[in-house]
């Protein structure tokens, strides 16, 4: 399964993988097919909801143009088919007896309702490594409710925690719940497949968001558990912590922290060097101690002797500088920071690809990981709709006539 000469650049250039589209399971297909799997997306005749989503290619909507489904899809295969159809089944099926990972995100039982259930599709293929991704899973009392990113960050009990005690709770963009619960599908599956690989037997895997939610609050379970305390984000509750105005945004400070006075003295004193009103006042010695700054008095005195020091500089500006009088100062980063910043670009993050689909050049976040023996690669962009249904329909033994014809009955679609 997994190539053994490490000079290949394809770790995973033997797996064969099946995705059912949608936007459930497309980031762990991505994360197989970006280290050499052969992924083959098989889209419905109405296309990926992820296509009509913003933002799009230069601003021009089209269902090739989403960006969001640019990212998502790098290195896979594209083919249009209809599963429910009975032409479609067979096709299904003549893919699946040579897969090693079939990757979906449908509702619990609709592909048994279309006898293409795990019992029959292992008969068929006993290798097979069959991941289900699903709001709340295969079984319990909420597995048929339905849901979004929104109520399973809810329920998974991230959306409380994103916000302070004084503030409702905030949505945290961009489906975070979707990547967390792919992220641990691709997890799940890589070692089912290397058990598989082992003992010849496959296995289905249950994923559900709410407990992928639930597995990402750190500590907050065990703090209500043994403490009977339910965290949330603390804003501004100290003097010296906390998210402040800048010239050009916002930074994040830590100069407090306990009684430790190493930390909060060199910002202080830097502030005086600057002759910033007021800042001398913070050299008392009971600005010291966490009892004095916690105090909203302090809270207040502080900010505004703070943000007449920092609206004179930027972002990097105080990062750098911050950097040499060892002050804990970092930039709060806005994506285009993110794309200039001059780490990322060193080690040369951000990948450009020419996307035939678009015509035209995409930047794509690269890879958070360094292979040493083994290169990341991004090998093509995303497919077009029904770009290779006809290369994979022929490898599978179908002729042209018969592409034609699944064509003309509205069961598949042929770029």
């Given amino acids: 399964m997994v ?13 064969h993988v099946v995705e059912l589209a949608g936007e459930l399971g497309a980031y762990t297909g991505k994360l197989f097919a970006d280290l050499g799997a052969e992924v083959i997306r098989i889209e419905s005749m109405e296309g990926d909801p ?25 290195n896979k295969k594209g083919i249009v088919f209809d599963i429910a159809s009975p032409e479609g089944k067979e096709v299904f099926l003549n893919l699946i ?23 029959i599709l292992s008969v068929i293929n006993p290798k097979l490594v069959h991941t289900a991704i699903t709001p709340y899973g295969q ?5 048929d409710y339905p849901s979004s990113d929104l109520t399973c960050l809810a329920m998974g009990g991230m959306l409380y925690l994103a916000g302070t005690e004084d503030e409702k709770p905030v949505l945290v963009p961009d489906k975070q719940s979707f990547f967390q619960a792919d992220l641990y599908a691709a997890y799940g599956s890589m070692v089912a497949l290397i058990n ?33 305390r339910i965290r949330r984000g603390l804003g501004l509750v100290e003097a010296g912590l906390g998210t402040y105005k800048c010239q050009d945004g916002y930074v994040y400070i830590v100069a ?4 430790n006075v190493h930390i909060w003295y060199p910002l202080v004193d830097w502030m005086i060097e600057e002759n910033i009103p007021g800042a001398e006042i913070l050299r008392g010695e009971e600005w010291g101690t966490p009892e004095h700054r916690k105090k909203q008095e302090s809270l207040a005195i502080f900010k505004t002797i703070f943000e007449q020091f920092s609206i004179k500089y930027t ?53 958070p990981y ?36 699944f064509v003309k009955r509205g069961v598949s679609y042929a770029k």
Avoid: H
């Fill in 256 to 259: 407090a922290m306990g009684s």
């Fill in 196 to 228: 598989a690989e082992m003992t010849l037997e496959g296995q289905y895997i249950d994923v559900s968001l709410q407990e992928s939610v639930a597995t990402a609050q750190e500590n907050a379970i065990q703090a209500y558990d043994l403490e009977g």
């Fill in 315 to 367: 972002k990097q500006n105080l990062y750098q500088e911050s950097q040499k009088r060892k002050v804990v100062i970092y930039p709060v980063n806005t994506a285009k920071d993110v794309l200039e910043n001059p780490q990322l670009i060193y080690r040369n993050y951000f990948k450009e690809r020419y996307s035939e689909s678009v015509n035209g050049t995409i930047t794509y976040p690269g890879c």
């Fill in 50 to 74: 992820t296509r009509l989503e913003k933002p799009f290619f230069k601003e021009i909507p089209g269902i090739e143009n989403s960006l969001r489904y640019q990212y998502l899809n790098t």
């Fill in 3 to 15: 190539r053994k000469n490490k000079a290949e650049s394809n770790v995973f250039g033997n797996v």
């Fill in 370 to 405: 360094e292979l040493e023996k083994i290169p990341w690669e991004l090998r093509n962009g995303a497919p077009a709709f029904g770009q290779d249904t006809a290369e994979v329909l022929k490898q599978l033994g179908y002729t042209a006539d018969d592409i034609k014809s």
């Fill in 139 to 143: 079984f319990g009392p909420y597995k």
């Fill in 97 to 119: 007896k040579t897969a090693n990972l079939l990757i979906e995100g449908f509702p619990p039982g609709y592909l048994e309702s279309l006898g293409l259930g795990y019992k």
